[in-house]
């Protein structure tokens, strides 16, 4: 039975995304415009993102660091490129207590100016290098039009930012942290992504070339997931990062950064979550396993807690519902906030020496022994789950994935049933700016598919230069 609080996700998809968000306690509007409250079942989720992250980005080898939130403006404006893109943005102290500042400060949007300040202090021989510090924060954007989780005012996320003393270990550093992120979607959250690199339009403001990791939603509409940028030595010459190299001169030093956000909650809500509520993959829910025990009988809660033991020195994190509410509504509760598995056990399975067993991805229920290796049994179960829900999502995808040099199919896609659409393009900014005008179509990210002779720009029939894949986007 379908949940009635929630708008069906094919007649509504807006709605369904925030009837979501409202009952699964997630988030919260507040009276600050613009921003939400993280109730402590998303602040969970985030939570366990970070968690698991961390340890990635620790395993290459990065330290994390915390930097100021307020910038001063003329620290902002040492790289142009930056500060004119992030311009509309940028949200700017300007009294302190009761007296006008002598020089504004900008709330921090993004931090390539703290980090460069700090390393133009801290980096002077080749020996000092690489630097790879990671900062886990958040920022502030003036957004115009805000939704919870995929573009609000304030959001949480991590930076990292490194520093290294040739281009080539730079680079090889931008596509490890894209790999990073890469590994973390797809076996962590259960989303299929694609990687390329953004067109010069697209790319990241002050950098040479950016990274991107896209998602395509439910809907067909494409998130944004991750970025990786190679600046090159822009931001080291305008910071003066320079350091004296092994043949004792003096030389620039080169940098990236790398990000994710917490609309990577929204992405995993838009591609698994149903219309009774959301879905979790079991590699990332802060909940994975809820008992309920039905009835007041002492061996139904003998066994509970017996599991609950098994379970958590299995490290799986379980937890028994005893609270005095019907088991109904009990399953209904645990079915919205996305619990991967439920595990019941009733008087009457009891006495047949069976529990049951219910999976929150299919919604399916099975019986099992109660006297099953229960740690093995769930373990098994949850890595089916996590399995179903990627090949479900790259099978969505997949049927949302087109391929045409057709403007007339590009625009009749968009109207009908958007997604992923591989075109050619002849690197023109014209050409991707006309693109725009259909339905708001952007390019994704250029692939590293080979161009063949013959192959023509899907906007001007010119010869192409590269594979792009377009769509729209949150």
């Known amino acids: 039975m ?18 979501i968000v409202r009952c699964a306690k997630l ?27 961390d340890k990635m980005f620790k395993k290459t080898g990065h330290q994390n660091i915390y930097m100021p939130m307020l910038i001063p403006e003329n620290l902002l404006k040492k790289e142009g490129e930056l500060v004119e893109g992030f311009a509309p943005e940028c949200a700017w102290v300007t009294v302190g207590g009761q007296n006008v500042l002598d020089e504004r400060l900008a709330i ?71 790999n990073v992120y890469k590994e973390f979607f797809e076996k962590y959250l259960a989303i299929p992504v694609i990687l390329g690199k953004k067109t010069e339009k697209e790319k990241f403001a002050g950098a040479e ?80 396993v809820v008992i309920v025990p039905i009835g007041e009988d002492e061996n139904v ?28 509504f009990k399953f209904a509760e645990h079915e919205v906030n996305g619990i991967p598995v439920r595990i019941e056990i009733g008087v009457r399975d009891l006495e ?5 067993l219910a999976r929150r991805d299919t919604r399916e229920k099975t019986n099992v022994k109660a006297d099953c290796d229960i740690v093995k049994t769930v373990k098994n179960l949850m890595q089916d789950i996590q399995d179903n829900l990627y090949d479900r999502a790259l099978k969505r995808r997949n049927l949302l994935t087109y391929r045409t040099d057709d403007l007339k199919e590009v625009e009749n896609i968009i109207k009908t049933k958007p997604g992923f659409i591989y075109a050619h393009w002849c690197g023109d900014e014209a050409c991707e700016l006309k693109m725009k005008e259909i339905g708001g179509i952007k390019s994704r990210c250029i692939t590293d598919e080979q161009v063949h002779d013959g192959d023509k720009c899907v906007v001007c029939h010119k010869p192409a230069k590269y594979m792009v894949v377009w769509g729209t986007q949150y």
């Not at 379908?2 to 009837?19: G, Q």
């Not at 886990?136 to 996320?157: D, H, I, M």
């Not at 066994?303 to 490290?315: M, P, S, V, W």
């Open 209 to 288: 070339y950016t990274y991107t990791v896209e998602a395509l939603m439910y809907n067909g509409v494409s998130l944004q997931s991750a970025t990786s940028h190679y600046f090159g030595q822009k931001f080291a010459k305008a910071y003066g990062i320079k350091f004296l190299n092994k043949d004792n001169e003096w030389e620039y030093a080169y940098q990236t950064s790398w990000g994710c956000s917490t609309r990577m909650i929204g992405g995993l809500i838009m591609v698994h979550s149903d219309d009774n509520g959301l879905v979790l993959p079991p590699n990332i829910a802060p909940k994975q």
């Open 27 to 53: 988030a919260e509007y507040s009276n600050t415009k613009g921003c939400v409250i993280l109730e402590p079942n998303g602040y969970a989720i985030w939570e366990k993102i970070q968690s698991v992250l």
């Open 108 to 178: 921090r949007p993004t931090s390539e100016t703290l980090f460069s300040d700090y390393y133009s202090l801290k980096v002077k021989s080749y020996r000092d290098l690489p630097k790879l510090y990671n900062q886990w924060c958040s920022v502030l954007r003036w957004e115009k039009e805000t939704r919870p989780f995929l573009r609000t005012r304030e959001f949480l996320w991590q930076e990292g930012h490194t520093v290294h003393a040739t281009s080539e270990e730079a680079e090889a550093e931008t596509l490890r942290m894209l």
């Open 301 to 328: 809660k003998q066994l509970a807690n017996k599991y609950l033991g098994l379970l958590t020195d299995a490290n799986i994190c379980a937890f028994i519902d005893d609270s005095n509410r019907s088991p109904g």
């Open 352 to 356: 047949k020496g069976e529990v049951t």
């Open 2 to 19: 379908k949940n009635k609080a929630i708008t069906s996700r094919d007649v509504d998809f807006a709605k369904w995304y925030t009837d």
